[in-house]
């Protein structure tokens, strides 16, 4: 199995939640966070005085699947949450050794 986390825009994350939910998917994560990547933020200017924004507000989506499905998922996520400028975001792939489902005990790709 795969912990799949991207990181997007927010604005993105219906489109990324829908695309997912198209998939057959039922269980995602989503977390409000704050980062910044090559562009370090950006400089805005308010009443003639500049001010740099270093920790823009992004969407930390986390989907776990079984490894036969991360490709695609991958590509979906990549598809819905892409404008096409810089700050659409990121995506890294995880191992998940083992999975359990608290309520019946199902384990692995079943508690999913």
Do not use: N, W
């Not at 994350?13 to 057959?24: H, R």
């Not at 995602?28 to 933020?41: K, P």
């Not at 924004?53 to 969407?59: E, M």
């Amino acid at each position: 199995m795969k912990l799949v986390v991207a990181i997007i825009r927010p604005h993105k994350l219906q489109e990324v939640k829908d695309a997912l939910a198209e998939l057959g998917l039922t269980g995602l994560t989503i977390t409000e966070v704050r980062g910044h990547g090559r562009q370090r933020g950006q400089v805005e200017k308010y009443r003639g005085l500049e001010y740099t924004i270093d920790l823009l507000p992004k969407v930390k989506v986390e989907v776990v699947c079984g490894d036969h499905r991360k490709d695609e998922v991958i590509e979906t996520i990549m598809r819905a949450a892409r404008t096409g400028e810089i700050g659409d975001g990121k995506i890294f792939v995880l191992p998940i050794e083992e999975s359990i489902r608290v309520r019946t005990g199902d384990r692995d790709e079943d508690s999913l």
